[in-house]
């Protein structure tokens, strides 16, 4: 079973922090605008983005295409499979957006779902730290190719801590539903 881990919040002089994996992590103003700038530019492209962000999770863990009841039985290329663009664009569009709004609200909030819910969902599915790790390597590379030029290791870093504190408010919420 996967470590759970507890995101706290709390002010310190203007900044939030967020306390979760690997202790406390700053999520500054400077950070939270190179995410905002970098989401706004790529908001329009979101399903093709989604798609490669899913394609390369794939090429990185092939196996984790079972871990989808929508491509276990298909026997379609992933990448013409109907039902997997939309999904892809709902996750990244979903990462994304709890991203933008991280310091605004003070802690992660996920609109059209419930942590609850996407956390029960990846209990279920049998998600382990491994297969967040993956995804968080595919995502930051994604962002980067769709960035060009404008990608940097300060904007590398805050897509890294805003993505840690989604992965940490899911856990949080990783646990039996009777609800899925």
């Not at 203007?14 to 992590?25: D, L, P, R």
């Not at 190179?34 to 908001?43: G, P």
């Amino acid at each position: 079973m996967s470590q759970h881990y507890n995101a706290i919040s709390h002010a310190k002089d203007g900044e939030i922090i967020y306390e979760g994996v690997g202790g406390a992590s700053l999520f500054t103003e400077e950070q939270e605008a190179l995410v905002v700038k970098s989401w706004n530019l790529m908001k329009k492209n979101a399903g093709e983005l989604g798609l490669n962000f899913f394609l390369k999770i794939f090429e990185i863990a092939p196996s984790a295409q079972k871990m989808f009841s929508f491509l276990k039985d298909s026997n379609l290329p992933i990448e013409k499979n109907p039902k997997l663009k939309p999904h892809a664009k709902s996750v990244f569009v979903m990462t994304c957006e709890a991203a933008v709004q991280l310091r605004k609200a003070g802690k992660v909030v996920i609109r059209d779902s419930s942590l609850k819910k996407i956390g029960a969902v990846h209990f279920k599915y049998g998600v382990v730290d491994e297969h967040f790790e993956v995804t968080k390597y595919a995502l930051l590379e994604t962002i980067k190719d769709a960035m060009g030029s404008m990608w940097s290791t300060e904007m590398k870093k805050a897509w890294s801590v805003a993505y840690d504190q989604l992965v940490a408010a899911i856990k949080t919420e990783m646990k039996p539903s009777s609800d899925i």
